[in-house]
């Protein structure tokens, strides 16, 4: 949407191409925490912007390179995102797994107990959403502590999350790992190779995103003018994806 907008203002043609019935990528997920309202009053601003500048949007269009030469673009940018990791564990297949989008997206039914594996800014704000839900929640943190991988997250932020995270009792194990899904819970690993059991209805995944490159690749080497922005290129955030988008327009 900022390529499609800063591109837009600079004078060029637009087309936004977007497979599903929606515009967001993942600030739709992002924003459904009520502590995240910031979020969606960034997503409501963009889709006015795409609108008032007068971008040809599609939705349910799947981009080939029969769509590109048939429109005869000039430029292409590649901005698909990123899907969920999953990470390779026994049991990891069982139904009551589910990711951080699906749960927040409504996808898949969390029952009364729940397993966040991952301590990242999604995890942990995903953890205090289903809290606030009166759902009892252990976040599971390979690391020694949340939210200090490789995505940088303010000082501020970060310490208000972790307010929020011991004013709603949610449990966190740092140091930790799953290493094999049950019937009932999962078994996990502390740094110290001691084993655990811990028991639950439901086990969230939030390990990290992977960059969905499947389009990147069968255009790479067909289209002169491609460009990567975004989770696609790299695994950042909000700010990131936008500096990205700004950048490359503004080069053209």
Not at 86 to 94: A, D, L, Q, R, T
Not at 158 to 169: C, Y
Not at 170 to 196: I, N, Q
Request: with cysteine; aromatic share 4%.
């Amino acid at each position: 949407m900022e390529a499609a907008r800063a591109a837009a203002l600079r004078g060029h043609g637009v087309i936004l191409c977007e497979k599903t019935k929606s515009l967001g990528g993942h600030l739709i997920p992002g924003g459904v925490p009520p502590f995240k309202k910031d979020i969606r009053a960034l997503l409501d601003w963009y889709k006015s912007e795409i609108q008032d500048l007068g971008v040809e949007v599609r939705f349910g269009c799947e981009v080939t390179s029969d769509l590109i030469h048939g429109e005869k673009a000039d430029v292409v940018i590649i901005a698909t995102g990123a899907k969920p990791i999953v990470p390779s564990i026994p049991g990891i297949e069982k139904e009551w797994v589910t990711t951080a989008p699906e749960v927040l997206l409504g996808k898949k039914k969390v029952g009364g107990k729940v397993i966040v594996v991952g301590g990242g800014l999604i995890g942990c704000e995903t953890a205090i959403w289903l809290a606030e839900q009166k759902k009892t929640v252990t976040v599971v943190e390979m690391l020694d502590d949340l939210m200090i991988g490789s995505i940088p997250v303010p000082h501020a932020n970060r310490q208000m999350v972790l307010d929020m995270l011991k004013f709603h009792h949610v449990t966190v194990m740092t140091g930790t790992r799953l290493v094999e899904v049950t019937d009932g819970g999962g078994h996990l690993m502390s740094a110290d190779l001691r084993k655990t059991t811990l028991n639950a209805d439901t086990l969230v995944l939030s390990v990290g995103l992977i960059s969905d490159r499947q389009l990147y690749e069968t255009l790479a080497g067909k289209i002169p003018n491609l460009y990567l922005i975004g989770d696609v290129r790299e695994t950042r955030n909000i700010m990131g994806a936008i500096w990205d988008a700004y950048e490359v327009v503004r080069t053209l």
